[in-house]
């Protein structure tokens, strides 16, 4: 079975920084591109951004509105997908899902998501 | 980039069909057949219900379907059920590797 278990979120005074974790089993996660995804509070999702594997050189693309300021990187040994948000704003509170591509251009599988919380 | 346009809200009795659009522009859906279509229910991760623009995923069933004309992509959902009873989300790849959600449709089955 599929899992994506995403970890470290929580309460960061604006400016600071974070790190997320993610972690898989049940598939390849080395050949897998993992993507991120933010949902605010009862609102739509967004696009966060996106990291390819070894074999195209762990290529990232982010959103313009975190273009940046976060930085995904992923240990294949670990089968663990990573977010480090720094310069952290109000506007980037959110839950925070890692998710598998399905190599088919769209988001097969979901973790549970991480709340993070920078207050105004 | 910005969001694809959904209606806010729709609904519909059991047993009968709704329909929910998601419109883009010529440089997204237009550009593309890669829209997807995303339930979420209350306090759960979102679960892909359709990718590239029609097919469906092992274990979705076929009163779920899709399709795309122009820019404008639509779900429909055949037979409603009170399981169905969710938000909705269409995404659409927008080049440059990058991807767009919707807003989100909140589905009610009356």
């Known amino acids: 079975e599929v899992q994506l278990v995403e970890s470290g979120g929580g309460l960061v005074q604006p400016g600071g920084s974070l790190k997320l974790s993610c972690a898989a089993s049940g598939f390849t996660f080395s050949g897998s591109y993992i993507h991120w995804v933010r949902q605010k509070s009862g609102r739509g999702l967004e696009w966060v951004g996106r990291?390819?594997?070894?074999?195209?050189?762990?290529?990232?693309v982010y959103a313009a509105s975190v273009n940046g300021r976060f930085a995904m990187s992923r240990d294949d040994s670990k089968n663990t997908a990573y977010l480090q948000m720094n310069s952290l704003k109000a506007e980037d509170t959110a839950v925070y899902y890692c998710t598998r591509d399905n190599g088919r251009w769209a988001l097969g599988h979901w973790g549970q998501g991480t709340l993070v919380t920078v207050p105004s | 980039q910005s969001a694809l346009t959904q209606p806010p809200s729709a609904s519909g009795s059991p047993g009968l069909s709704v329909t929910i659009s998601c419109t883009g522009t010529?440089?997204?859906?237009?550009?593309?057949?890669?829209v997807s279509w995303y339930q979420q229910h209350p306090g759960k991760a979102p679960k892909l219900m359709i990718y590239?623009?029609?097919k469906r995923p092992s274990g979705v069933p076929d009163r779920f379907s899709a399709s795309k004309s122009g820019n404008t992509a639509s779900l429909t959902v055949s037979g409603l059920q009170a399981e169905d009873e969710a938000n909705y989300y269409c995404s659409s790849y927008v080049g440059s590797d990058t991807w767009v959600f919707g807003a989100g449709t909140k589905l009610t089955v009356l």
């Open positions: 990291i390819m594997d070894k074999g195209h050189s762990y290529a990232t």
């Open positions: 010529n440089s997204d859906v237009g550009a593309y057949n890669y």
């Open positions: 590239e623009v029609t």
